[in-house]
C-alpha cells in the first residue's frame, strides 16, 4: 500500500480527466488535522445532475473502504446547507481543502456553509438547552429508581445537547462529537474544567456532578440575559 499522499494523487488524476466531476472537497480528519495513523482519507466528490442520477440508480452515493471514504453530491445539494439546521452540516466544511473545482465557485458556497448564522442562534440555544434540560431530568428519575443502564445513556444525551449548546454560545457551529474536546479550547465562555466535569459525568454520572455541571452551564446563559433558562417550560 502507498502512503496517503499516493492515494490522494492517484484518486485526484482520476477525477481530473473526468469531465462528469465538477469539484473534490478533502474533508473529515486528514483536512482538520485531527488524524492519525488509522485514518481515512475522506473526499466529497462534486458531479453534475446526470452524473448523479446514475450514481444514484448503481446505489455508489456512498464509498467505504479501509482507505477512503467517498461521498457524491451535486453543486445544488451542497448549496442548500447553507441553509440547514443541522450544526454539522456546517461544521463539516470548517478547514475543508478544495482539491478541484472546475466551476469557480466553490470557496464562496463553503464559506456561507461555514459562517456562523447569528439569526438563528437564539432558536438554536432554546433547543439544544430544552434537550440539555430534560436529559438531564430523565438521568435524575434513573438515579432515583437505581437504573444505572438508563442514567449512563440519558446522562451522555444530556452532554451531546450541552455542548451544541456551548459551541452555539461562543457563535460556532458545534463540532462532531468524536471531536468535539478538541476544539473545547477555543469556546472563551464555557464551565469551569469542562473536560474533567463531563469525563467525570460520562465515567460515573451522580446527582452531583449533573447538579454542578447545569448549574455552571445556567449561570453562563443568564450573564447573557436568557431569562428563559429558568423556565424552560416557556420554551417547550
Known amino acids: 500500500m502507498g502512503s ?27 483536512a482538520k488535522g485531527y488524524d492519525d495513523e488509522a485514518s481515512d482519507v475522506d473526499f466529497e466528490v462534486i458531479v453534475t445532475e446526470e452524473k448523479y442520477a446514475l450514481i444514484e440508480k448503481s446505489f455508489q452515493k456512498f464509498i467505504h473502504t479501509d482507505t477512503y471514504d467517498l461521498v457524491f453530491t451535486t453543486m445544488d445539494r451542497l448549496e442548500s446547507l447553507i441553509n440547514s439546521e443541522i450544526d454539522e452540516d456546517h461544521w463539516k466544511y470548517k478547514n475543508s481543502i478544495i482539491k478541484l473545482d472546475r466551476t469557480g ?9 461555514t459562517r456562523y448564522d447569528k439569526d438563528s442562534r437564539a432558536a438554536r440555544l432554546k433547543r439544544y438547552y430544552l434537550g440539555y434540560w430534560n436529559h438531564t431530568l430523565d438521568s435524575f428519575s434513573c438515579l432515583k429508581h437505581k437504573n444505572e443502564w438508563g442514567v449512563r445513556i440519558y446522562s451522555s444525551l444530556a452532554l451531546q445537547d450541552l455542548i451544541r449548546l456551548l459551541f452555539n454560545l461562543n457563535y460556532q457551529w458545534s463540532p462532531r462529537l468524536l471531536w468535539a474536546s478538541k476544539e473545547f479550547h477555543l469556546l472563551e465562555k464555557k464551565p469551569a474544567d469542562l473536560d474533567l466535569q463531563i469525563r467525570g459525568i460520562l465515567e460515573n454520572p451522580d446527582s452531583d456532578k449533573l447538579s454542578k455541571l447545569w448549574s455552571d452551564t445556567a449561570a453562563l446563559l443568564r450573564e447573557e440575559g436568557f431569562g428563559w433558562v429558568d423556565h424552560p417550560e416557556e420554551i417547550m
Do not use: A, C, W
Open 105 to 113: 465557485k466553490l470557496k464562496d458556497i463553503l464559506g456561507k456553509i
Open 4 to 30: 496517503r499522499e499516493e492515494l490522494i494523487n492517484k484518486l485526484l488524476g482520476d477525477y481530473y480527466s473526468d469531465d462528469s466531476v465538477l469539484g473534490v472537497i478533502q474533508v473529515g480528519s486528514t
